[in-house]
């Protein structure tokens, strides 16, 4: 993925790991595949690997709602935050403002998980 000065490379996963540590084997696996198809990033320096965290509930699906203590949330979009923002943004204003809950957004609900 290009950045305004670098490519990004990546992503491996982990399911269940909430290890921040790179791994080595997984790395030089994603620069062997890279290399392989834009052979000329061999040129290039490999300026970082960095590793995060990415949360996911139990059943893979966003939790989008009121908290009993009535807070709103919004999480859990694992490796789909990017993608979900507009419909979450829509979603949530709903809520907060209008104070309407769609179908699917009771979908999402933290309640859940009671």
């Known amino acids: 993925m290009p950045k305004e000065d670098r490519i990004v490379v990546g992503a491996t996963s982990e399911e269940g790991s909430s290890d921040t540590e790179t791994n080595p084997e ?3 696996d994603l620069l062997e595949k890279a290399l392989e198809i834009v ?15 990415r949360p996911s509930p139990p059943d893979h699906a966003p939790v989008l709602g ?7 949330i919004a999480t859990g979009h694992y490796r789909n935050g990017i993608l979900l923002a507009p419909i979450t943004a829509q979603i949530m204003a709903d809520m907060i403002l209008d104070e309407k809950v769609s179908d699917l957004a009771a979908a999402f609900s933290p309640d859940r998980f009671a």
């Open 66 to 72: 009121r908290m009993k203590n009535g807070d709103f």
């Open 39 to 53: 052979p000329c990033l061999r040129d290039n320096l490999v300026i970082e690997c960095i590793a995060g965290v």
């Open 26 to 28: 997984a790395t030089e």
